[in-house]
């Protein structure tokens, strides 16, 4: 299970679980697991024209994941954020359907995209993602004390000074770049679910963003480590254990939630 | 998303290009001439016309992230329907309306506690459709399947599910009519809601539910983008111009039926635009449509408040 091809694996989907607990955190605290799940459908359509133009994927991921931010945010001023993110998310996704059409011969590799791809990462790749996941996770830790602030009690921030408008395009940047980063290797729908699964059960055990937060990554790496040791014991697709995993913890959290809540009561 | 969804997508696909080719040489003639295009007309309205109704409501309870989920869900029973033998539309209409309940069921009042719950449901869904998908499609060649449920295609629809398909719709349609002051109420207040012993667990149940059928029966005949789209797009641009929920609802609807002929009749014509051996996808055209629609009310917004001289929320 440790062998030479998964050592790469392992690697990587530490740094990306580490990210999105981290990144995950702010998701649920912010209320945009939409905006989360946009971005990296949204991306896929960046790797569909990218493959087209025969350029990196990468690349293409990230210009449509920066893109699709800059968008959401600009557009959200003056609509509604829901609407004009399912806008962009499906406006995004049909120019995937564009590209896919124009271009002929290479699904196989929008399906790994889309359900992603650990078990096979090379040496290669390793690099960016642990660049752009120490770019993250710097970014965060630069803006905390702000982030924390414009999204829990938006009114305050704004008396301070802070811009609303600005904390959502910041943010919004960093979910894009956690997902160009991610999505390559472990697929859309896996990091949809790592973005929110244990930053919320993390959040029903604990009020404190200094607790929850390292309960998150926490979290988010055990249901990593256990389902690709899962996927690799029994052949099925890594990204069903995640999202399983994820479901998990947040059942439990909600039960432990529930409990203490009623043993308050009782006092 | 499983492999007779796939074969059966490819074999229209292949039966559907001689009627493209034949397209080709235009003509508006040809174009009304043609019985996928009347196929893809009727179908397109009457998906519109059910989104539209059911989308202003979405819009308006702020659950265009549910409504977008439940498309994406009901790939679930579609690629589930596989494994146990039954028909891929009842597939997608029975888990569609399960995950309605159990959105429901997990969600709490608060619209963030809602954001997570969809989140939570949404991504257990993704992964049971990625497990079925691996299951039933260890054929050679299948990875067509996210592409095709995805983006499936108007001028490739099997004409025998149209009256299913309608009756389904007009399901949808009168759960919202039926529970329509209910719902206006509960939309806009939860406390007079409340007030008034308007029953907001069962209103907002049911209104999963039509909200499930209306988007599974156009994610399964249109792609799974494109009923998004038609939910959220036309209701989104109809309440910049009105604040009047009836109105807004026939605008709407004129809206997305709008949209989806001239976007048909864009793909329709866009053969050989580019690279010459394809039309533009039908999903792609309506969306950008779609889109447009929705910026330009947008240019109506300030013009509209200028008018009235009335501070109001912007939607």
Redesign the interface.
């Known amino acids: 299970m440790f062998s030479d091809f998964l050592v790469n694996t392992w690697i990587t989907a530490s740094v990306v679980a580490v990210v999105a607990g981290l990144v995950g955190f702010f998701v ?1 605290l912010r ?4 905006l ?2 946009a971005l990296p459908h949204g991306a896929f359509a960046g790797a569909a024209g990218a493959t087209l133009l025969g350029i990196d994927p990468i690349l293409g991921m990230g210009i449509f994941a920066v893109g699709g931010a800059v968008a959401v945010t600009t557009l959200g001023r ?3 954020s ?2 004009v ?3 962009s ?3 995004m ?6 590209f ?3 271009g002929n011969e290479y ?2 590799e ?2 790994a995209l ?2 992603g791809q650990i078990l096979g990462v090379s040496s290669v790749e390793v690099g960016p993602i642990i660049v752009l996941g120490v770019i993250c996770v710097a970014a965060i830790v630069v803006a905390y004390r702000r982030l924390l602030l414009s999204s829990v009690l938006p009114d305050m921030a704004a008396a301070r000074g802070i811009s609303q408008f600005g904390m959502s395009l910041f943010f919004a940047l960093v979910v894009a770049i956690a997902t160009a980063m991610s999505v390559p290797i472990v697929g859309a ?1 896996l990091l ?2 790592l973005l ?2 244990p930053p ?1 059960a993390a959040r029903s055990f604990s009020a404190d963003p200094l607790v929850a937060i390292p309960l998150s990554i926490g979290f988010a790496l055990v249901t990593v480590w256990v389902s690709i040791a899962a996927a690799y014991y029994s052949s ?2 890594v ?6 995993g ?2 998990i913890l ?1 059942g439990i959290g909600r039960g432990w939630f529930a409990i203490r809540v009623r043993r308050v009561a009782t006092a | 998303m499983s492999a007779t969804l796939i074969l059966a997508a490819v074999t229209r696909a292949t039966s559907a290009t001689p009627a493209q080719v034949s397209l080709s040489q235009s003509g508006l003639a040809s174009f009304f001439g043609s019985a996928p295009v009347q196929l893809a007309l009727v179908i397109g309205a009457l998906v519109a016309v059910t989104s539209a109704l059911v989308g202003v409501f979405t819009v308006i309870r702020r659950q265009s992230f549910a409504g977008h989920a439940l498309a994406d869900l009901g790939a679930v029973g579609g690629s589930a329907a596989f494994l146990i033998g039954i028909s891929q539309l009842w597939g997608f209409v029975i888990a569609g309306v399960l995950a309605a309940g159990l959105m429901e069921v997990v969600g709490v009042k608060r619209v963030q506690g809602r954001d997570v719950a969809t989140g939570i449901v949404f991504g257990l869904g993704l992964g049971l459709t990625g497990l079925f998908l691996y299951l039933d499609t260890q054929v050679p060649g299948t990875s067509n399947a996210a592409v095709s449920v995805l983006f499936g295609s108007l001028f490739v629809i099997d004409a025998s599910v149209l009256p299913t398909v309608l009756v389904l719709a007009l399901v949808a349609c009168a759960i919202v009519l039926l529970t329509w002051r209910w719902l206006l109420v509960d939309s806009v207040s939860q406390d007079l809601a409340f007030v008034r012993r308007i029953p907001v667990r069962a209103t907002g149940i049911l209104f999963l539910v039509a909200l499930a059928l209306a988007v599974e029966l156009s994610a399964l005949t249109i792609g799974a983008v494109l009923s998004t789209a038609l939910l959220i797009a036309p209701a989104a641009a109809a309440l910049r111009l009105t604040k009047r929920v009836g109105f807004a609802i026939l605008i709407a609807i004129a809206i997305g039926v709008g949209s989806t002929w001239v976007g048909i009749l864009i793909s329709y014509q866009s053969f050989g635009w580019l690279h010459g051996a394809h039309s533009w996808p039908v999903s792609f055209c309506i969306v950008v449509v779609l889109f447009v629609v929705y910026l330009l009310s947008g240019v109506a917004l300030p013009i509209r408040a200028r008018a009235r001289r009335a501070a109001e929320v912007v939607l």
């Open positions: 649920v209320g945009s697991s939409f989360a799940h003056r609509g509604r829901d609407v993110i399912a806008l998310l499906v406006l996704l049909a120019f995937g359907a564009l896919l059409s124009l699904s196989a929008v399906f889309l359900f729908l949809f679910s929110v699964g919320a099925l697709p990204g069903f254990f995640v999202t399983l994820s479901a947040y």
